[in-house]
């Protein structure tokens, strides 16, 4: 009997817990809004957009959605006239509640979204419990779903914040992207590095390319920079290839962001600049000291000038124009010696 009795009074805790569980789901302020529908350019499929107005704020969102996924919403109904319609879109969160009219496939009304109570209880038992009905109705628009959510778990993302999970969801991080960009290297990266790897393109084929391009181990933030600024992988191998010494992430996004190009790189290189590092490099993209100026000072009999000399050049406005009005003279000043005329405003 007392076995029995334990039994007995185990279960009723535990359908008290589910209980309190959807009363608590339920108890949460009407998640509610419009909606609209559109033809969509993918056969069988439809444009839904639901929006929310609260006190201080307004949002939408909006999807391709098939219409085998609205239940009680028929492809007749979206071609006749006008109709009230009433349909229901579940995800793992819980279920939206459609009402309203379509007409010749297009349509609009109101929503209710209601939140599943198992799915509430299990987020509770994953680490995210207390999640208000705002979150849940996130949760559910943007389908975080629980085998997402273990999944990430198993991969060492266990206990994020909420707000961390929808953006995974929303850039497309998936368990996929993940596991991939692992293998290479990014383990126990933050998951909003994951999301901005996402924002910016920084993919596992892009990492593939600029490791075989010579550039290996680079850090979450500069590879999220490389993307940003447009180092492409043929940049990092045109440095290669013309044997200028080894640069860094931090180089290369420094080259790009001053529009050093692998046609500037070439001209250099063929100009006999092949071994400029990578600061020479931008100080002469800042100064404007170009292949051009660089071919008309050797047509006036300066090759060869060193780099920091073009620089000081450049600065201080030595032009060709310049260099052949002093060099018309009986000898031809040093490049120090333009500097000086130049800075002293002596052209004798």
Same mark, same amino acid.
């Given at each position: 009997?007392?076995?029995?009795?334990?039994?007995?009074?185990?279960?009723?805790?535990?359908?008290?817990?589910?209980? =309190?569980?959807?009363?608590?789901?339920?108890s949460e302020p009407s998640v509610s809004g419009t909606w609209s529908i559109e033809p969509a350019g993918v056969r069988g499929s439809v444009q839904l957009e639901i929006r929310?107005?609260?006190?201080?704020? #307004?949002?939408?969102?909006?999807?391709?959605? @098939?219409? #085998?996924?609205?239940? !009680?919403?028929?492809?007749?109904?979206?071609?006749? *006239?006008?109709?009230?319609?009433?349909?229901?879109? $579940?995800?793992?969160? !819980?279920?939206?509640?459609?009402?309203?009219?379509?007409?010749?496939?297009?349509?609009?009304?109101?929503?209710?979204?209601?939140? &599943?109570?198992?799915?509430? %209880?299990?987020?509770? #038992?994953? !680490?995210?419990?207390? /999640? $208000? !009905?705002?979150?849940?109705?996130?949760?559910?628009?943007?389908? =975080? $779903?629980? %085998?997402?959510?273990?999944?990430?778990?198993?991969?060492?993302?266990?206990?994020?914040?909420?707000?961390?999970?929808?953006?995974?969801?929303?850039?497309?991080?998936?368990?996929?992207?993940?596991?991939?960009? /692992?293998?290479?290297?990014?383990?126990?990266?933050?998951?909003?590095? +994951?999301?901005?790897?996402?924002?910016?393109?920084?993919?596992?084929?892009? =990492?593939?390319?600029?490791?075989?391009?010579?550039?290996?181990?680079? $850090?979450? &933030?500069?590879?999220?920079?490389?993307?940003?600024? *447009?180092?492409? @992988?043929?940049?990092?191998?045109?440095?290669?290839?013309?044997?200028?010494?080894?640069?860094?992430? %931090?180089?290369?996004?420094?080259?790009?962001?001053?529009?050093?190009?692998?046609?500037? +790189?070439?001209?250099?290189?063929?100009?006999?600049? %092949?071994?400029?590092?990578?600061?020479?490099?931008?100080?002469?993209?800042?100064? *404007?000291?170009?292949?051009?100026?660089?071919?008309? +000072?050797?047509?006036?009999?300066?090759?060869?000038?060193?780099? &920091? &000399? +073009?620089?000081?050049?450049?600065?201080? *406005?030595?032009?060709?124009?310049?260099?052949?009005?002093?060099?018309?003279?009986?000898?031809? @000043? #040093? @490049?120090?010696?333009l500097v000086q005329m130049k800075i002293h405003g002596r052209d004798e």
């Open positions: 009997m007392k076995k029995i009795g334990r039994s007995l009074l185990l279960s009723l805790a535990g359908a008290s817990a589910v209980a =309190v569980l959807a009363f608590g789901a339920a929310r107005k609260t006190s201080h704020s #307004s949002w939408s969102s909006g999807e391709t959605v @098939p219409v #085998s996924a609205l239940s !009680g919403l028929s492809a007749d109904a979206l071609r006749g *006239g006008s109709a009230p319609v009433r349909f229901d879109m $579940s995800r793992d969160a !819980g279920v939206f509640h459609f009402e309203g009219d379509v007409r010749d496939g297009e349509g609009g009304g109101r929503f209710t979204f209601e939140a &599943d109570p198992a799915y509430v %209880a299990e987020m509770s #038992s994953l !680490g995210y419990g207390g /999640q $208000s !009905g705002d979150r849940l109705f996130s949760a559910a628009v943007h389908d =975080v $779903s629980r %085998a997402f959510v273990r999944e990430l778990a198993a991969l060492g993302y266990s206990r994020l914040d909420f707000d961390d999970l929808v953006a995974l969801r929303i850039h497309g991080a998936t368990p996929d992207f993940i596991r991939a960009m /692992q293998a290479l290297g990014y383990r126990g990266v933050p998951a909003d590095d +994951l999301v901005a790897f996402r924002i910016h393109g920084a993919t596992p084929e892009y =990492v593939k390319a600029m490791n075989d391009a010579g550039l290996s181990s680079i $850090s979450a &933030d500069d590879l999220v920079a490389m993307r940003i600024h *447009g180092v492409r @992988p043929e940049f990092a191998r045109t440095l290669r290839e013309l044997r200028y010494p080894d640069a860094g992430p %931090a180089d290369l996004v420094a080259l790009r962001i001053h529009g050093a190009s692998e046609e500037f +790189l070439r001209d250099l290189a063929a100009l006999g600049y %092949a071994g400029t590092s990578a600061d020479d490099l931008v100080a002469m993209r800042i100064h *404007g000291v170009t292949p051009e100026f660089i071919r008309e +000072l050797a047509s006036l009999g300066y090759r060869g000038v060193p780099v &920091d &000399d +073009l620089v000081a050049m450049r600065i201080h *406005g030595v032009s060709p124009e310049f260099v052949r009005h002093v060099s018309s003279r009986d000898r031809r @000043p #040093s @490049p120090e010696e």
